[in-house]
């Protein structure tokens, strides 16, 4: 057999995968998001689907603290991530889990939900740049908070 008459080569089918690749709601996120859940898949073996943790020291050499904390509200506005467990004061990281609720969006007339969520993190956005005068401070933390529970309430009801 010559050298060229050697096998052609085939390409080993990959052994991670994303899901909701192309689906609005994966459109929808920011390329900052799209790496988180790259991370959060990378990390996924197959066993540990609600068992996932991405700490902010692990993604700082790419991006900053507010960008890092904007993708995960994204991916789990979008249905892409849940909440398991909240990070904690004492060095405990958050866990997520991987999430399918982003199918409810393939649905058609499906837009009109996304553009909801995305107006929701929109608003998050837009209070966390607004000044409030120093008595104010709380009510506007109250106000971003009750917007994330909203993301989460829904998330909850799926």
């Avoid at 690749?21 to 898949?41: C, D, H, I, M, S």
């Avoid at 995960?72 to 892409?80: D, Q, S, T, Y």
């Avoid at 393939?106 to 966390?128: H, Y």
Wanted: net charge positive; with cysteine; aromatic share 12%.
């Amino acid at each position: 057999m010559s050298r060229h008459e050697r096998k052609a080569y085939r390409p080993r089918p990959p052994f991670k995968i994303i899901e909701g690749l192309g689906t609005p709601a994966f459109e929808r996120l920011n390329p900052y998001a799209q790496w988180v859940l790259n991370k959060f898949y990378s990390r996924f073996d197959g066993r540990n689907r609600s068992n996932l943790s991405l700490s902010y020291a692990e993604v700082s050499p790419v991006m900053s603290g507010v960008i890092f904390s904007r993708a995960i509200w994204e991916l789990i506005g979008f249905g892409f991530l849940d909440v398991r467990r909240w990070g904690r004061l004492e060095r405990n990281a958050s866990l997520y889990g991987l999430s399918d609720r982003w199918r409810r969006f393939c649905e058609p007339g499906s837009e009109t939900r996304l553009d909801k969520i995305a107006a929701q993190l929109q608003e998050v956005e837009n209070l966390k740049r607004q000044k409030w005068p120093e008595g104010k401070k709380s009510e506007k933390r109250e106000r971003i908070a009750a917007l994330r529970h909203s993301l989460l309430k829904v998330q909850e009801s799926s």
